[in-house]
């Protein structure tokens, strides 16, 4: 999936087998600061360095942060290229990932076959003495293939994906000194683990909605399964019925393709009774069901099993690092569409835990199948759990999408969840979860109504869910607005993010 090579030290291999004067054969890569772009200080070369200073006068290139500048070297260094980066020291994995993010959209303007990155003890030896050489070298690594990893179209003419062939980190004396070489490349084989994963999620959300139906994504679970030797049950719909889960059939009875509760086991802590439940939205495509959403922009409706995407691509990173946890991962699978089977509003479902809940919108189907999804993990023995779903529109309206809202009622669990989110940069903001937002929840009815109107909307949603926790301690990440973009940010495509994987990875193997 990721083809880019990257690695300790300088990629001589390749650039000895391209021509110094080459167009795209090498770049030599250099973060500085502002101070040094303006200044008189020496650093590559006396005509390259010439060069910088012009385009910083001439208001180019100023060296800030996210900035780059790349200069030819026409024959007067090792490399044709030589691309500057503006870095401020000091501000952590976060600073390092848009860093190395910058470069990386110089190297696809300059379609570089080989690039090395070089670190100076001037620049990072603060990052290098506060977080360690492995966390400098995986931040960097995330950056880079972050960035670099792009939506594959399906086209007729297939669409290439550039990628340069192989990158290098190159710490000078300085820093070898403050960290020896396994530490530097312990960190470079976690990144391309995590990115790996985030792409995997990434590819699964972009799939079209007539490709990836229920049944197809619990193949890629069972899939994933086999590669990492997993316990893996897929539940179709006889088997859902036996077991009651009149949440998920409900959602999934309108469409021609049948719902499925998919659930992997990962064990890799048999001394532990400590079970994650890790529960990820899965509808394949959501029409709105009878209560039809709009047609403009529908199509993006392909995104909400973007939380199932979440957790499969975090669970394949945890099994590859080998992580000391145990695992339940669950996904409710299904179609939202209307027809002469289709859910309505104003019916009453019985879901697994035996609680009953009035459809007043079949547009909020989400919470739904989740009830179905929290009980599945509980009755397999999770202890705490987590889901991740695309699960409002109202939650935009607070954070756009730059943030993933979250929903407790365990602070503490919390707290543990956005440190982990904070370690691997991606932001999560606490929703307040007043009494009052729980009123519009009760129904006359049945247990719940699964409407509750458009204020505090993104609350409510995820209390509704929490209602099925059980008790135990439970966290709801609404990832409706940072799951899918609408134009690149600096690590993120236009389409799928993968948000949250980065941060289930780090809560269970970086604690």
Not at 1 to 26: F, V
Not at 84 to 106: C, D, I, M, N
Not at 171 to 180: C, E, I, S, T
Request: proline share 5%; hydrophobic share 45%; net charge negative.
């Amino acid at each position: 999936m990721i083809k880019t090579k990257l690695t300790y030290g300088e990629p001589a291999a390749d650039i000895s087998g391209a021509s110094a004067g080459a167009a795209g054969a090498g770049v030599h890569i250099l973060f500085l600061t502002e101070e040094e772009a303006g200044g008189t200080t020496p650093l590559v070369q006396e005509h390259i360095d010439a060069e910088l200073r012009r385009a910083v006068s001439r208001g180019l290139f100023k060296g800030k942060p996210e900035q780059a500048f790349s200069a030819p070297t026409l024959g007067l260094f090792k490399m044709p290229y030589v691309l500057f980066v503006g870095y401020k020291p000091g501000e952590g994995r976060e600073g390092l990932r848009l860093a190395a993010a910058a470069a990386a959209k110089e190297l696809k303007a300059l379609a570089a076959e080989t690039a090395s990155f070089d670190l100076r003890a001037s620049i990072l030896q603060e990052e290098v003495k506060a977080l360690g050489a492995a966390a400098v070298s995986q931040a960097l690594t995330e950056g880079l293939l972050l960035a670099l990893h792009d939506r594959l179209p399906l086209k007729r003419e297939p669409a290439v994906r550039y990628q340069p062939l192989h990158v290098g980190l190159v710490p000078d004396a300085g820093l070898q000194q403050l960290a020896p070489q396994g530490e530097w490349e312990q960190g470079i084989a976690s990144g391309l683990v995590i990115v790996e994963a985030v792409a995997y999620a990434r590819d699964l959300t972009n799939l079209p909605g007539n490709d990836l139906t229920p049944e197809r994504l619990a193949f890629f679970a069972e899939e994933l399964a086999h590669e990492y030797e997993l316990d893996v049950e897929i539940i179709d719909e006889w088997t859902a019925a036996e077991q009651g889960m009149g949440g998920l059939l409900g959602v999934g009875q309108g469409s021609v393709n049948p719902p499925r509760m998919i659930v992997l086991h990962y064990k890799g802590d048999p001394d532990s009774d400590e079970v994650w439940g890790w529960i990820g939205k899965g509808i394949t495509f959501d029409t709105g069901g009878i209560s039809l959403k709009s047609p403009p922009g529908m199509e993006e409706m392909i995104s909400d099993m973007g939380g199932a995407a979440a957790v499969l691509g975090a669970l394949r990173a945890v099994a590859e690092l080998k992580a000391k946890a145990n695992i339940v991962a669950v996904i409710p699978a299904a179609e939202n569409m209307p027809s002469d089977r289709a859910l309505k509003p104003g019916d009453v479902l019985t879901t697994m835990s035996g609680y009953t809940i009035e459809v007043v919108n079949t547009d909020a189907e989400g919470r739904i199948v989740l009830a179905d999804g929290l009980t599945t993990a509980i009755r397999r023995g999770a202890t705490r759990l987590v889901d991740v779903a695309t699960l409002t529109g109202a939650v935009m309206q607070t954070l756009g999408y730059e943030a993933t809202g979250a929903v407790t009622n365990h602070p503490e669990l919390l707290k543990e969840i956005m440190a982990a989110a904070d370690r691997a940069g991606e932001r999560v903001w606490e929703l307040p979860v007043y009494p009052e937002f729980r009123k519009p929840l009760k129904s006359v009815a049945a247990d719940l109504r699964n409407g509750a109107g458009r204020y505090g909307a993104a609350t409510t949603g995820g209390l509704f869910i929490g209602h099925f926790a059980e008790g135990l301690p439970w966290v709801h990440l609404d990832i409706g607005g940072s799951s899918w973009l609408e134009e690149d940010k600096a690590l993120e495509p236009k389409g799928a993010t993968g948000s949250i994987t980065r941060t289930l990875v780090e809560l269970v193997c970086r604690k």
